[in-house]
């Protein structure tokens, strides 16, 4: 049994929340977001807020599945209302990167420089060429843009080159002795 699922999500005054043919939405202005809500769980609003229950008609076992619906619920108010940020760190000699209007280059080392197009809701700022702050409503989204720009030169074992997240330890390896 879920006791994430269980917990009430108190909606602040200037969220407005709705949930109409299974899909759960919140605003703040114009921030928006949207979530279908799974077949499995229903909703359960009370004065203390909203929490999740696991459908009747699909008996008690998906309590995990109603967790997971709140803490999407959770995120989205936690988006609309302060956003969310992702900082990485490019580490090398010469990795470098370059607003072009919607798009990202970065210059890691290769032959060629890499062109990242950002998706619509996530917001890029560059400070002195290598550091790179995400942020987004979408917290999954803002993540997936991370781990993006972060597959295309992942950290080094040996010296830790490459696009890493600020405040992520790297363990290196130690190099080979005679």
């Known amino acids: 049994m879920s006791r994430v699922a269980k917990k009430n999500i108190v909606i602040p005054s200037q969220v407005t929340f709705s949930c109409e043919n299974q899909v759960l939405s919140v605003s703040n202005g114009a921030k928006k977001l949207t979530q279908p809500l799974h077949p499995s769980v229903e909703l359960v609003q009370n004065e203390q807020g909203v929490s999740f229950r696991p459908s009747e008609k699909f008996g008690q076992s998906n309590w995990a599945m109603a967790g997971t619906t709140r803490a999407l619920l959770a995120n989205m ?102």
């Open 77 to 178: 108010i936690t988006g609309v209302t302060d956003g969310f940020k992702v900082e990485l760190q490019l580490v090398g000699v010469g990795y470098r990167a370059k607003l072009q209007g919607r798009k990202v280059v970065f210059t890691l080392g290769k032959s060629h420089p890499d062109n990242f197009e950002l998706p619509d809701l996530v917001d890029v700022n560059i400070e002195k060429d290598v550091n790179i702050t995400l942020t987004s409503v979408d917290k999954q989204l803002v993540g997936q843009v991370a781990a993006k720009m972060i597959a295309l030169r992942v950290p080094d074992a040996y010296k830790g080159k490459g696009v890493r997240k600020v405040g992520v330890s790297l363990k290196l390896k130690e190099v080979k002795k005679k």
